[in-house]
């Protein structure tokens, strides 16, 4: 489809990952929803509030190293890494090296699944393939460093088991998520002049 | 290269991610703080087919740090919940997330984000029977 008819299709807008996000007042919205759950919680039972906030403070203490480091990352991916480098290396045609590459980063990237959307959906802007996106995220179900927990509990054999399914699926699952959402990310209308490729996917 | 150029757009989707992230966190404590690890067990009836599903769907709808789902998990097992069941369990747990589902969509579009999650279900029940007849095979059952 051409640019301009596909600038002027509402579902791609509408389905896309990306530009029609800009200034989007979902994340204050979302946040405003919990809040008010919270509010309703505490009604009924303070106590449950009040450790569900300590809850939030632990893990948010855990949570701080890993966006820092998301953050870092979106910065110099915007600074230093251009689209065509991205579609290149983990674009439609980057064969079996952007699959293992997509593998391999899934399995690096530590923290919750969640902290790595926005930096998708900026890749998925910049030409990143949708089925090595769904990849990476299922890849992350390999969890190097708690491996040796993992083996505690269940056995060596058990995780050599689960780890090579894990690796095996996360393929299946990027081909079956590819089959469903297209190669790439759809795009809406340009927003300004100049792209703003970190926003445009949050 | 425009430094100024990238911070300012790195500042600006922070702006954006930071409520999302604060929110789900809120919501995932409340879910550790309501639920208690015993609570798990309730769901489960013994039943060989409805067990990993149910596995499946607890493991959605909990979130945490995966040696939580481990421990849980090897608690599980050890009150007679079947490997499949527990599998798919700690599978769902680190791959599914029903709470940052409404996030996932906004971000990397619904149909993206609902494929995923769907598809990620089902690949999990897959896994839990394939990791638990390949062990059987192989002998090495827990």
Redo the contacts between chains.
Sequence with gaps: MPPEERNKNPKSQ????GKQ?NN?R???L??G???L??AV?AVFDAD?AV???Q??GG??R??IPV?VLV?IL??LI???IRPQAIARHLGTESGVKGWLLAIAAGIIATG????W??M???F?EKGMR?AL??VF??A??V?LP?IP??IY???G??TT??TA??IL?SV??GL??EA??GPE??QGPPAAP?P????E?? | ???R???G??Y???L???????????????L???IPPEAYAVVFSGNPVADPVAGALVGSIA?????TS??I??EL?STGISLTAV?AF??TW??I?II?L???M???????AI??NV??FV?AI??AV??DA??TV?G?G?
């Design positions: 509408k389905n896309g990952a996000q989007s979902f994340p204050l979302f946040l929803a919990v809040l759950i919270y919680v449950a450790r569900s906030l809850a939030f893990l948010l855990q949570i966006l953050f979106m910065f915007d600074l230093f919750p699944i969640y902290v959307f926005s998708l959906a900026d998925r949708t996106a769904g995220l299922y992350r179900s969890k708690f927990v993992m509990y269940f056995g054999l058990y088991v689960l399914y894990l699926f299946i699952m079956l998520i469903v959402d990310a759809p100049e703003n490729l970190l926003t996917g949050v | 290269m425009d430094i150029a990238s911070a757009k790195t600006r989707s922070m954006q991610v930071l409520p999302q992230i604060a929110g789900i966190l809120l919501l995932v404590s409340l550790l703080t309501i979130a945490g740090n995966p040696v481990y421990v998990a090897g097992l599998t700690i599978v680190v791959t997330g940052q409404p996030v996932e906004e971000v990397l579009g619904r149909r993206f494929a995923r598809f990620g690949c897959i896994i394939l990791t390949t062990l192989l090495g827990i």
